[in-house]
């Protein structure tokens, strides 16, 4: 199979508007005639099913949790980036554009980064007009700050809830198109599988997540807006019912899978406490701007932090990356953390963490601005800690944030399988090997209020869609394989919980495809998963029945999913033998310890096509082109 | 699937007076102006009665006063008779929608915010309005007047004599302390129903109606307590 | 340490209901309330039996997912936290908690200590937001709004939906969750030319959901997690008396409100149905 982009040809400042131009449009008489279906209501969900719903599509939007206003983007805390140059410091598109192919450590493609630049500026206009409340100056105009080591300040941000403000609006504006009908929003709700009729997607298979009865729906088209894999990991900061199902189920049915192995570790979230942790919790990068981030010179040096004299301390970062210090890019801090830990010098009960200290920054500014700065960190730090952040430095440790890999798309946001659209997280597209601060929150809108109502469009434009009911072949073959799947997990009734099996596997996805990896470290993890993935089918209980709310029946079949997820994984950081932005193999680094990337043989798109349950599964590769940012080593020093 | 909106309509009342009663939003304005309006009387009455301290042909006058306006008096009367009841209609009508509101009640419920005050107002206000009826009975109709014979006109009389039966005391002193507490939180909280509120202005305000129950509680009990100690007889 | 969990346990909706009392032993202080849910269940489900439902997500404190009494009051005995972050030091060795759903009647339940908050995404569908639709927007600093604006407007946005206000309430209110969105929108200049409007039609919504009534005692802002103060509820109330009576059109139309969660539609022609 060859992939086929789809970036318009000629100059990248013009290719979307040419793109926009070449599309079909569909009558807007006709417009009611087309049913939608989106899955998710995050920030790409539901601003997609908005502004279709907007355009007068029937649209149907999905989502596990009670409400559309739960989804995971509302935790985003540190901002949204944008092109705007308010602040008059050189920001542009172009730069934009250039700090977010280099900050991807040059893995994705040019085409598609420029347009979301560009978009960028349109979605801070949208967002204000819907009534988020940016912070402002005392002149009324908006605010900016420089976040996640950018050296310009493109970041808006509404205290440090961005994220809640933004899908608020989203949701709002979800909300009135479900009051004016054209989206019927429908919660609680779960797609459990994908329909294909004649190589298009035409459908899902849903569960009631109250009621266990299983529906079909048909539309003409489905988008994917059901986000990133993190829980793969089990602990990570996403939320707890964050899951790969609907992408894997797609990715089952024939969509490429794209770059799985590219995860993000974000460098300061809470360390783990205990054996009962059931997630962690992150603590805004801002952070990084004023406090400094050390450990003991000693190994298993036990001192509580005050009493360790300045010239005991290594201030690492700062040590190593004269210029950049304590603000290097988030895969860069995340592996320093953990080289510290493994050579013994870690802090706190587990050893698993690093200080954040802020005694300098507190005596140079006055406690008085750093909690004008931090004050709603610092106050969650200590509700869930116990320590005062301002007398005692804060421990962090990395957690699994973001990913970066996911279903592939074209340019027009469309997977391998026609009519099957995937935004937000949930694809692949703009990140490459390394997502920058302040981005996904940019992606996800720019894919649902901006790109999808175009494309959408021109495919709708250009295809037939002749009528499927229920009775149709692959409907039931769909139903019925969902239908064993979900009697097969009940009926296992064996001896351990699924919560155990998702903690062994997080481990050992964690211990060997996290922040550093190794060929034969891949190779042994491939053979465990696998082997704990038969024990999991043999071995696994399920309380309860099918017919009636049963979150142990979701979590089974979730994590049966993830499985099957952290193998691919597996495969597709062992086949990439280079280190880029979060995929680090230790084989492959400068002599100083920074990642190695090999552009002569791996500058492409990884995806991944599933072949059969016992079967490799196949590589595609896309191969990505640098025309105006040209690669090189990223170097923080 | 019906886990979706079933957006039928709930038929749209045209008159925009009922639609306004209907809501509860529009039932707590009109409990804050006849609430409004019941203390501006709490506040007359208790300036026409400390007269009594300046002995018997003040208040005496003053009483005969007040009948001499003859009309003016009945439409005061009337309006007030008005407030109280629709400030009592609206009070059982949201209390029957509150007690369906919440069918099933918690095996433990705990109040870490709201004042005593706040939390008393349904048995406060109907405590209040037996003593009116009983203290109307007494003072203005005469028809329950204990002890000794009540006197169309004397005022002092009535007022001196009555008191001077220890329990008529005690239930006053008890039922305008119910009126200190359900002014305590009335008082400001008429002003949140009619959507005056300011981060800074309301605590202000709270401590005012808490001073000025005070005050009216110590006004109204300073007769009573006079009388019994034989202040005034 | 050890605690006496008396928990309430209900199937179904239509389900009678009834606390039973579990025992967890090793209850680390740095637990979370969640947590330590999460560890009886592992064992619940390891004897057999059906875990402990209960709605959690993000478990860092904004997705207004969990929520559930303990003790009498919403969300446990720290202020501004959720349960999700609610850790188990503040509690005692040996100490009984006694957790509850949500209790009212908008917010029926569905099972243990899951309730239905469709209620609340009603209120925001009535008129919750400002009707501009993707495209139209002017640029972001064509409106000006000073910080002092901003700031009010995000104090009262930052309401998660997590229904703890109405749990609180005496008279089960949606007062302190509805005034919130209408205090974010209506102090902000952006939302002005539909202010009338939408608190007329948020208030008829709120009202058709069968929630009590305000008496403004306060408990509500006392348990909130994100701490909205009483104000909003005047904010709406304010607004929602103008627009009774300068609106020009009288307008009251209301979303029928849910009593169940349906069954949903059955499949018409299902190879593997076992009815």
């Not at chain 1, 013009?14 to 998710?40: E, T």
């Not at chain 1, 109502?453 to 250009?462: D, E, M, R, S, V």
């Amino acid at each position: 199979m060859k992939l086929d982009a789809k970036i318009p040809s000629g100059p990248i400042e013009q290719a979307w508007d040419k793109a926009r131009f070449d599309m079909k449009l569909v009558n807007p008489a006709n417009k009611r005639k087309h049913s939608l279906i989106v899955v998710g209501s995050g920030l790409a969900g539901a601003a997609a099913a908005a502004s279709l719903g907007e355009l007068g599509y029937r649209v149907k939007c999905f989502c596990f949790q009670d409400s559309p206003r739960r989804a995971h983007s509302i935790a985003a805390q540190g901002g949204i980036n944008a092109a705007k140059n308010y602040p008059n410091d050189g920001e542009s598109i172009y730069r934009l554009f250039y700090d977010t192919v280099k900050g991807g450590d040059f893995r994705a493609r040019e085409g598609n980064i420029y347009r979301l630049a560009q978009i960028s500026v349109d979605i801070i206009d949208q967002c204000v007009a819907q009534g988020v409340p940016f912070a402002r100056e005392y002149g009324g105009s908006l605010t900016n700050r420089s976040f996640g080591g950018a050296q310009v300040s493109r970041t808006f941000y509404a205290r440090g809830q961005t994220g809640q403000q933004l899908l608020l609006g989203a949701y709002q504006a979800l909300e009135r198109q479900v009051h004016a009908g054209s989206v019927t929003m429908i919660p609680r709700t779960e797609m459990l599988d994908l329909i294909v009729i004649d190589g298009k997607a035409r459908g899902i298979v849903t569960r009631n997540l109250v009621t266990g009865a299983l529906a079909v729906h048909i539309a003409d088209a489905v988008i994917l807006a059901s986000g990133g894999y993190g829980n793969v990991y089990y602990l990570s900061t996403n939320a707890k019912g964050s899951n790969v199902t609907a992408t894997w189920r797609a990715y089952k049915r024939g969509a490429l899978f794209a770059n799985p192995c590219f995860t993000q570790i974000h460098p300061t979230c809470i360390p783990v406490s205990g054996d009962y942790q059931s997630k962690l919790t992150l603590m805004s990068e801002s952070l990084r701007n004023d406090g400094r981030i050390w450990v003991p010179l000693k190994k298993g040096d036990q001192r509580p932090p005050n009493e360790i004299p300045e010239s005991e301390r290594d201030y690492y970062l700062e040590r190593r990356y004269p210029s950049f210090g304590n603000l290097v890019p988030r895969d860069v801090a995340s592996r320093n953390a953990k080289a510290v830990c493994d050579e013994g010098r870690g802090v706190g009960k587990t050893g698993l963490g690093v200080y954040l200290d802020f005694s300098d920054a507190i005596s140079r500014l006055g406690e008085k601005t750093i909690r004008e700065r931090y004050g709603n960190l610092f106050d969650m730090y200590q509700r869930i800690t116990d320590e005062n952040p301002y007398k005692v430095p804060m421990r962090i440790y990395p957690a699994i944030h973001y990913t970066m890999g996911g279903l592939w798309v074209d340019y027009q946001l469309q997977s391998t399988i026609p009519g099957l659209f995937v935004l937000g997280e949930a694809n692949f597209s703009d990140h490459g090997a390394n997502r920058l601060g302040a981005s996904a929150l940019m992606q996800g809108l720019s894919d649902g209020y901006f790109i999808i109502p175009y494309t959408i469009g021109n495919y709708l434009a250009t295809n037939k869609f002749p009528k499927v009911d229920e009775s149709h072949a692959e409907v039931q073959s769909a139903v019925s394989e969902v239908r064993q799947k979900t009697n097969k997990l009940l009926s296992i009734k064996g001896k351990r919980t699924v919560d155990s099996f998702h903690r062994e596997l997080g481990k050992l996805v964690w211990d060997y495809c996290g922040m550093a990896r190794t060929a034969e470290g891949l190779e042994f993890a491939i053979g465990k998963i696998r082997a704990l993935r038969e024990e999991f089918w043999q071995n696994v209980t399920v309380p309860g029945s099918g017919d009636d709310l049963n979150q142990s029946l979701e979590k089974a079949g979730r994590v049966a999913d993830f499985f099957e997820l952290a193998e691919l994984m597996c495969i597709d950081a062992r086949d990439r033998n280079e280190s880029c932005g979060g995929h680090f193999r230790e084989e492959y680094q400068t002599p100083d310890g920074e990642a190695q990337r090999d552009d002569d043989n791996y500058s492409y798109v990884a995806a991944w096509g599933y072949t059969g349950p016992d079967s490799p599964p196949q590589l595609t590769k896309e191969p990505l082109e640098f025309h105006y940012v040209h690669p090189s080593q990223r170097s923080y020093k | 699937m019906s886990t979706t909106a079933s957006a039928a309509a709930l038929g749209p009342h045209r008159n925009r007076v009922v639609t306004f009663w209907q809501s509860t939003n529009g039932k707590k304005v009109v409990m804050a102006i006849t609430g409004a309006m019941m203390f501006l009387f709490v506040v007359g009455h208790l300036l026409g009665n400390l007269q009594v301290f300046e002995g018997p042909e003040k208040i005496n006058a003053y009483a005969h006063f007040l009948h001499s306006i003859g009309e003016l008096l009945w439409i005061v009367r009337l309006a007030l008779i008005l407030a109280i009841i629709l400030h009592i209609t609206a009070t059982v009508q949201l209390a029957l929608r509150n007690k369906r509101a919440r069918p099933i009640g918690y095996s433990r419920k705990e109040a870490i915010n709201s004042s005593y005050a706040s939390r008393t107002m349904y048995w406060s206000g109907p405590i209040v309005l037996a003593f009116i009826i009983f203290h109307l009975l007494q003072f203005t109709a005469g028809y329950i007047h204990p002890e000794s014979r009540f006197i169309e006109g004397d005022v002092y009389h009535n007022l001196v004599s009555g008191f001077q039966v220890w329990w008529v005391s005690a239930w006053y002193i008890f039922a305008i302390t119910l009126l200190g507490f359900h002014l305590r939180h009335g008082l400001w909280s008429m002003f949140q129903s009619v959507g005056i509120a300011h981060t800074r202005h309301t605590p202000m305000l709270k401590s005012a109606a808490l001073l000025i129950a005070v005050a009216i509680v110590l006004g109204y009990i300073s007769i009573p307590i006079s009388i019994l100690l034989g202040i005034v007889k | 340490m050890k605690l006496q969990l008396k928990i309430w346990r209900q199937r179904t909706s239509t389900d009678k209901g009834a606390f039973v009392s579990y025992t967890v032993n090793d209850v680390d202080p740095e637990m979370s309330m969640l947590e330590c849910l999460d560890v009886l269940n592992e064992t619940l489900i390891e004897r057999g039996e059906e875990p402990v439902a209960f709605e959690h997500d993000c478990r860092e404190g904004i997705c207004g997912s969990c929520g559930f009494m303990i003790n009498g009051v919403a969300h446990g005995p720290e202020r501004a936290t959720t349960v999700c972050q609610l850790t188990m030091r503040h509690f005692k060795d040996g100490q009984e908690l006694v957790i509850e759903p949500w209790r009212a009647r908008a917010f029926f339940p569905i099972k243990d200590l899951i309730v239905d908050r469709r209620a609340f995404d009603h209120i925001i569908e009535a008129g919750g937001y400002i009707s501009v639709s993707t495209g139209q927007a002017p640029d972001g600093n064509a409106i000006l709004v000073g910080k002092d604006i901003a700031d009010q407007a995000m104090d009262a946005a930052a309401c998660i939906g997590c229904g703890a206000c109405v749990a609180a309430c005496p008279n089960a209110s949606a007062a302190l969750f509805t005034g919130a969105k209408i205090a974010h929108l209506s102090v902000l200049p952006q939302g002005k030319p539909e202010r009338d409007r939408r608190a007329l039609a948020m208030v008829a919504q709120m009202n058709a959901e069968e929630f009590g009534n305000c008496t403004s005692i306060g408990e509500c802002t006392g348990v909130c997690p994100k701490e909205i103060p009483l104000e909003v509820i005047a904010t709406m109330n304010r607004d929602y008396l103008r627009a009774s009576w300068t609106r020009r059109e009288d307008q009251s139309e209301t979303i029928l409100p849910f009593t169940e969660w349906s069954t949903g539609s059955k499949l018409q022609s299902d190879p593997t149905s076992r009815d």
